[in-house]
């Protein structure tokens, strides 16, 4: 992304513990992964850790050819590391949140769920902000299956459940201003609508553009942030229907 958001002017009334609770358990899952430095557990030798990481995307990653029942197990993508048995397929369509490919692909995760989390938890209470980002991950990883089913390459990631957020952000706050980082380097403070917004256009095209021009592919899902964005916009339309229809304050409910 070419803006990096730091800091959502809205005040929230209450710790979020939800939102803070899955940055702690996507950094303590990183870390005793393979592919940390900290998981010394793991084989040293280049080959041996190089296919502990493969078996461990395969075996907790998404791969669609899977979860839509095309295979029963995908075949592994380096013959050389040998094969995954006993996959949870089910719980991997879940567990995909929570692995990330390196610590920079978490540390840019995780800092848009530090920034949009919080609002988005205050505005519609925890336990609702809870099953909206674990139903926008799933619908996330669904609909990145089903554009290509056949695939055999693992989803991971919180992308989608993080871009199912920022679509609720968009429904529930988007009056709020967002100190940003622009190009990474220029401070501004942007209207919320137009961060939000400017991603999922971006993420759109690109998806669009990846989709339809053969071997344009950049390894990332952006079917996955297209699906689990326009997932969180229904999610937060149907809260604040609900909150419409009842009368009671979604930071009110629990």
């Not at 996955?224 to 930071?251: E, K, P, Q």
């Amino acid at each position: 992304m070419a803006a990096l958001p730091l800091n959502d002017d809205y005040p929230v009334r209450r710790a979020p513990l939800v939102a803070y609770t899955l940055i702690a358990v996507n950094v303590l899952v990183y870390l005793v992964s393979p592919q940390a430095a900290t998981a010394v557990w793991y084989p040293v030798d280049m080959l041996g850790r190089f296919c502990a990481i493969q078996d461990y995307f395969m075996r907790w990653g998404a791969v669609p050819a899977e979860i839509l029942g095309q295979v029963d197990q995908a075949p592994h993508v380096v013959p050389e590391c040998g094969a995954v048995d006993g996959k949870p397929v089910w719980f991997s369509v879940f567990s995909s949140m929570f692995v990330h490919a390196g610590a920079m692909h978490l540390l840019g995760n995780m800092v848009y769920l530090f920034v949009f989390g919080p609002v988005v938890e205050d505005r519609i209470g925890r336990i609702r902000f809870l099953l909206l980002y674990v139903v926008t991950g799933l619908a996330a990883a669904f609909g990145f299956a089903l554009v290509d089913p056949g695939a055999a390459v693992p989803m991971v990631g919180a992308s989608g459940a993080i871009s199912g957020v920022l679509g609720a952000y968009l429904v529930v706050q988007f009056r709020s201003r967002v100190t940003t980082l622009v190009f990474v380097v220029i401070p501004m403070r942007l209207p919320g609508w137009a961060l939000v917004g400017s991603y999922f256009v971006l993420q759109y095209l690109l998806y669009v553009t990846t989709s339809n021009t053969p071997g344009a592919g950049s390894g990332v899902a952006y079917a996955a942030h297209v699906y689990g964005f326009i997932a969180g916009v229904i999610a937060g339309l149907v809260v604040y229907r609900l909150r419409w229809r009842s009368g009671t304050r979604l930071s009110d409910v629990y």
